[in-house]
């Protein structure tokens, strides 16, 4: 990696060919690919990372290791091209409109199991490798890891880390920060780096594990995790209280304070019930994970507590259960693609205090909040006939968010939503530390430009 640095930036007038000629001494022709070359469906992926004003990245490059990556990153600061990293570029759509990306680097080739300690209930696998198929790894072995990511056939491990993604069972197993052991990343400039270790009681060293998830890959680029794993459980059941928010809000907070240990509560609006089919107002879906007796008693002990409140229930197990999970990821996430293959989808990622989720939940239409966090997602469509509208809900919803200790985040949504609000709509006093953090890790600013609060 010796030789004379020229920053890209000064010779803008270098092709895209000269561009990628970079990148193919370190990881050859094949894996390097010219933006003009790209299949359509993934450069429209990646196209939903940036504003369309903004002119392509040169390339994709698809490292086949750690220390390839690390040459491919040293070679870009050196450089000073600026970096999109992705895997399978399932939620490049989400956060801010990233900045001038010179090129793409994919890590879905860094994609291989390194350790699986069974007998300690830990696995270490390497960024690229997809959610779906890790966890068809640990099925063999009756074990699991419990993070529920919003696309688990497509997402791999290092864009869950990077962007938070955790799901449905925090409410038994906490965020995918509490699920991480241990971390390997790469520098902005290419040095190679670990924190953490394999061990679940492992203490030494700064959290960066807690840093870096939902950092948007700002900081580094992330090559291979640790996590801790949970061992399968012999059956589930869930069950669905259906009716008026107050009620709703009640039944929730009983459950919060009781002896009750689900899997995954969540709250859910009143024409989600409606599209799943389950009754009419709120709704509580409440999933119980444990030996067969136990899910029983759980479940019949709840269903008591809605019918003397006067709510419908209902208990679902076995394929049907599957299926209702399944149903309700597919609703708050739907694609909701124009003709043009931009989404007109808005979806945003909200916070508050669990006691007034029900009240937010009856400002729109498709939502979820999870019961004890009171983290949740809420899903819009946008029309460009009542786009002023929608935004003014969503300036009104944010308010609302922080007006009772929360957020609201936009994670994805058409460009033109995203230029006209503030995507992060953060409040808070750590900016300037943020920037700082980023200065340190990344201080020419060259990984995932513009994705993170603030412009960072």
């Not at 990306?101 to 890590?107: E, L, P, Q, W, Y």
Request: with cysteine; glycine share 10%; net charge negative.
């Amino acid at each position: 990696m010796s030789g004379e640095q020229i920053p890209l930036r000064d010779t803008l007038q270098e092709s895209f060919s000269a561009c990628s000629s970079y990148f193919a001494s370190v990881v050859g022709e094949d894996a390097v690919c010219l933006w003009e070359d790209m299949e359509i469906a993934l450069g429209e992926r990646i196209r939903n990372a940036f504003s369309t004003s903004v002119k392509p990245p040169s390339c994709i490059v698809y490292p086949q290791s750690q220390a390839q990556l690390g040459e491919v990153i040293t070679l870009a600061n050196q450089k000073q091209l600026r970096v999109l990293i992705c895997g399978s570029a399932s939620k490049l759509d989400w956060g801010g409109s990233a900045s001038e990306i010179d090129v793409v680097i994919c890590t879905e080739k860094i994609n291989q199991l390194i350790e699986h300690a069974v007998g300690d209930l830990t696995v270490t696998v390497e960024a690229g490798m997809k959610f779906a198929d890790l966890q068809k790894i640990l099925a063999r072995t009756n074990q699991f890891l419990a993070i529920d990511p919003t696309s688990p056939a497509e997402a791999t491990i290092g864009g869950i880390i990077a962007t938070a993604d955790t799901g449905s069972l925090r409410q038994r197993y906490g965020s995918d920060r509490d699920q991480l052991l241990g971390i390997t990343f790469v520098r902005a400039d290419g040095e190679i780096v670990k924190a953490g270790g394999r061990v679940v009681k492992n203490v030494a060293g700064y959290d960066l594990m807690k840093l870096f998830t939902g950092s948007y890959g700002t900081l580094g680029v992330i090559t291979q995790a640790t996590f801790r794993l949970y061992p399968m459980q012999e059956t589930s059941g869930t069950v669905v209280l259906t009716g008026t928010s107050e009620l709703i809000q009640q039944v929730a907070d009983i459950l919060r304070g009781s002896a009750l240990t689900p899997t995954k509560a969540d709250l859910l609006s009143a024409p989600l019930v409606s599209q799943l089919g389950l009754g009419t107002g709120l709704g509580l879906m409440t999933c119980f994970e444990s030996i067969g007796e136990s899910v029983k008693e759980q479940s019949h002990r709840l269903v008591e507590v809605g019918e003397k409140l006067g709510l419908s229930a209902t208990i679902y197990s076995a394929d049907d259960e599957v299926n209702l999970w399944e149903r309700l990821k597919q609703l708050i996430q739907f694609s909701g693609e124009t003709s043009t293959g931009e989404t007109s989808r808005i979806l945003c990622k909200v916070g508050l205090m669990p006691t007034v989720a029900a009240e937010l939940l009856n400002q729109v239409e498709i939502g979820l909040i999870h019961m004890s966090s009171g983290l949740g997602m809420l899903r819009f469509v946008n029309n460009v006939e009542v786009e002023s509208a929608i935004i003014n809900k969503l300036e009104k919803l944010r308010f609302f968010c922080q007006e009772n200790s929360g957020f609201l985040t936009i994670l994805a949504a058409p460009t033109i939503v995203k230029q006209k609000l503030d995507v992060w709509g953060y409040a808070g006093n750590s900016l300037s530390l943020m920037q700082r953090i980023k200065q340190q890790f990344d201080p020419n600013h060259i990984l995932n430009p513009g994705r993170f609060v603030g412009g960072i």
